[in-house]
Nanobody, 129 residues
Framework: QVQLVESGGGLVHRGGSLRLSCAAS????????IGWFRQAPGKEREGVSC???????FYAESVEGRFTISRDNAKNTVYVQLNRLKPEDSAVYYC???????????????????????WGQGTLVTVSS
């Protein structure tokens, strides 16, 4: 079965850290661009970060310097390390595969949906103040 499964969400205090995982089954993650997105209640889904097939890293301005994306091909998993978390980072975080154009995930124009292939089910991150 082809799927993505996110894990690692939870409740942390302001300034805390979490590492989210995106594990793939049924296909190899290293053949795809992998994006992380988030959606807070009442808000649109937004791109947070993306790692390309060639390991290029892209970050939204709001998380630059705090979040780090990485992949472990042996584990067929992509991670995003969330540091110095703020209450406004609270959201359901999703990973997704894209056919290309990782840069669109974090671009203000947000044309990532043109390249989207597969979503995971999401993992909830809650940051208390």
């Amino acid at each position: 079965q082809v799927q993505l499964v996110e894990s690692g969400g939870g409740l942390v205090h302001r300034g805390g850290s979490l590492r989210l995982s995106c594990a793939a089954s049924g296909f190899n993650l290293d053949s795809r661009d992998i994006g992380w997105f988030r959606q807070a209640p009442g808000k649109e889904r937004e791109g947070v970060s993306c790692i390309s097939k060639t390991d290029g890293e892209f970050y939204a301005e709001s998380v630059e310097g705090r979040f780090t994306i990485s992949r472990d091909n042996a584990k067929n998993t992509v991670y995003v390390q969330l540091n110095r978390l703020k209450p406004e980072d609270s959201a359901v975080y999703y990973c997704a595969t894209l056919s290309g154009r990782c840069d669109t995930v974090v671009a203000p124009s947000g044309f990532w949906y043109r390249y989207l292939e597969l979503w995971g089910q999401g993992t909830l991150v809650t940051v208390s103040s």
